[in-house]
């Protein structure tokens, strides 16, 4: 159930497991169509890891989805997020 990963991925973000929260939301994004905040948690974990170029896709990957779904307001704060 991919509400189940999300969740299961927020709770390990909250608890501050980093890799786990990266498995979880790349299980969760090759299986839902998630409309951009899923990519923010990813990004910001991956960063964590200290993982900056990937980090940085991920964020830009999300900004691409969230305008796709018209979240321009998300869009712009995952660039931002993409810069640094």
Same mark, same amino acid.
């Given at each position: 159930n991919s509400l189940t990963l999300l969740m299961l991925a927020n709770e390990y973000f909250k608890a501050q497991r980093w890799s786990d929260t990266v498995?979880?939301? %790349?299980? =969760?994004l090759a299986r839902a169509?998630?409309?951009g905040a899923a =990519? %923010?948690?990813l990004g910001l974990?991956?960063?964590r890891l200290g993982d900056e170029p990937a980090a940085r896709q991920a964020f830009l990957q999300g900004a691409e989805?969230? %305008?796709r779904h018209r979240h321009d307001g998300m869009a712009?704060?995952?660039e931002s997020q993409a810069e640094g």
């Open positions: 498995a979880i939301l %790349r299980d =969760y169509a998630d409309e =990519y %923010r948690l974990s991956l960063r989805t969230a %305008r712009n704060e995952l």
